[in-house]
């Protein structure tokens, strides 16, 4: 309007001859209009501009990386919460990291390579695995809410507000040592699925505050 690009969208339930119409009329008044591009896409939402030119291509998946952000990311203890769906429970590895660009120094949220029906949390500080592995059991296909919880000797995994695994044995990171936010594993094994929220705390939240924050 007024003269601007504007970004159209409409979805329609799919039938055999399915079409889309755009009025330029305003009143009884036709408009005349620039039009640049159309992108028809399955499902009930718009993604972003997919180029092609000749032929179908398929969409690369988002991947969310933010570098430089030590100050935002707590160091010696933090919560990680995100609230997100696997898109399929298939034992392919899957991950949200923070980290300082390695796998060295790493908090790791991830489904996939351990078994199905599961979501996995591990820490490392300097190459060393702090707080043993937590482990969750929950339908991966569903939209849960997860934290995870590290601290010196308090390592915890929430779900869907719930407790459902804990090490109270272990060291965290020191300085400005995580810097890094990432749908993946530095690079690798790519978050695939759906996420609502992802957000950081400085601090290890208490058990209500955790509650609270991840009950469905």
């Not at 159209?8 to 009143?27: C, Q, R, Y």
Request: glycine share 10%; hydrophobic share 35%.
């Amino acid at each position: 309007l007024n003269g601007e690009w504007q970004r159209i969208v409409s979805t329609k339930t799919s039938t055999a001859n399915p079409s889309f119409n755009l009025n330029t009329f305003g009143g009884s008044t036709a408009r005349n209009i620039y039009l640049w591009g159309a992108q028809v896409e399955v499902g009930s939402y718009p993604t972003s501009y997919i180029p092609t030119v000749a032929s179908t291509v398929t969409r690369n998946a988002d991947v969310i990386s933010k570098t430089g952000i030590s100050s935002l990311i707590g160091q010696t203890e933090g919560t990680l919460f995100c609230q997100i769906k696997n898109i399929a429970d298939d034992n392919v590895e899957k991950h949200i990291t923070l980290s300082d660009g390695t796998n060295n120094n790493i908090v790791d949220l991830y489904y996939g390579f351990w078994g199905a029906g599961s979501i996995y949390c591990g820490v490392k500080v300097a190459g060393t695995t702090q707080g043993g592995l937590l482990v969750g059991a929950l339908t991966v296909t569903n939209m849960n809410k997860i934290a995870v919880v590290y601290k010196t000797n308090r390592f915890e995994l929430w779900i869907n507000g719930s407790k459902i695994a804990e090490d109270l044995v272990g060291t965290t990171f020191s300085g400005t040592t995580l810097s890094k936010l990432e749908t993946a594993q530095n690079g690798a094994n790519t978050f695939f699925g759906n996420i609502n929220s992802i957000q950081l705390y400085k601090t290890a939240l208490s058990s209500t505050e955790l509650a609270q924050l991840t009950t469905l």
